[in-house]
């Protein structure tokens, strides 16, 4: 347990937290850490999305946006990996609906272990369809860690 450690990100505070006790555990157990973010198709893409990529004033396609924020969530989890000493990371990006891609890569890559925040930057489908780490330590085959 802990050598293989998956940790999905998408930027949120809590993610961020996941992602500080992801290092901590791949570090203390000299495990390999994955960093891994999905992101929703652009045909998915919520107004709430829509709406905070025109209130912010970012500029480009959606699909870049996306992109950009991604590798924000990505660069910010890998500083805190890399600042606990961890110095085998590799990071990843899914698209598709996030719980299932989670569950998915860590399946395919034998991930021993999934972290992540309890809460994310979901909006009210995720109050009405369930949380994703919720549906993550369902469905998943491995030990699960959720951070609040």
């Given at each position: 347990m802990?050598?293989k ?5 998408d930027?949120?505070?809590?993610a961020?937290r996941?992602?500080?006790v ?19 198709p652009?045909?998915?893409?919520s107004a709430?999305?829509?709406d905070y990529?025109?209130a912010e004033h970012?500029?480009g396609e959606p699909?870049?946006?996306?992109s950009?924020?991604?590798r ?10 890399r600042?606990?000493g961890?110095?085998?990371i590799?990071t990843?990006v899914r698209e ?7 569950v998915?890569y860590?399946?395919e890559h034998d ?7 309890s809460?994310?930057l979901g909006d ?11 549906k993550?330590?369902t469905?998943?085959?491995?030990t ?5």
């Amino acid at each position: 347990m802990f050598k293989k450690i998956l940790v999905a990100v998408d930027g949120s505070e809590h993610a961020l937290r996941a992602a500080e006790v992801a290092a901590e555990l791949a570090a203390r157990h000299q495990g390999r850490l994955v960093i891994l973010t999905v992101a929703k198709p652009l045909r998915a893409m919520s107004a709430s999305v829509r709406d905070y990529i025109q209130a912010e004033h970012m500029v480009g396609e959606p699909q870049y946006v996306l992109s950009d924020m991604a590798r924000s969530a990505l660069t910010q989890a890998e500083h805190k990996a890399r600042d606990h000493g961890v110095t085998t990371i590799k990071t990843a990006v899914r698209e598709g609906p996030p719980a299932r891609r989670i569950v998915e890569y860590a399946r395919e890559h034998d991930i021993d272990t999934i972290v992540m925040g309890s809460r994310g930057l979901g909006d009210v489908e995720g109050l009405l369809l369930g949380s994703v780490s919720h549906k993550v330590t369902t469905l998943a085959h491995c030990t699960c860690v959720t951070v609040k």
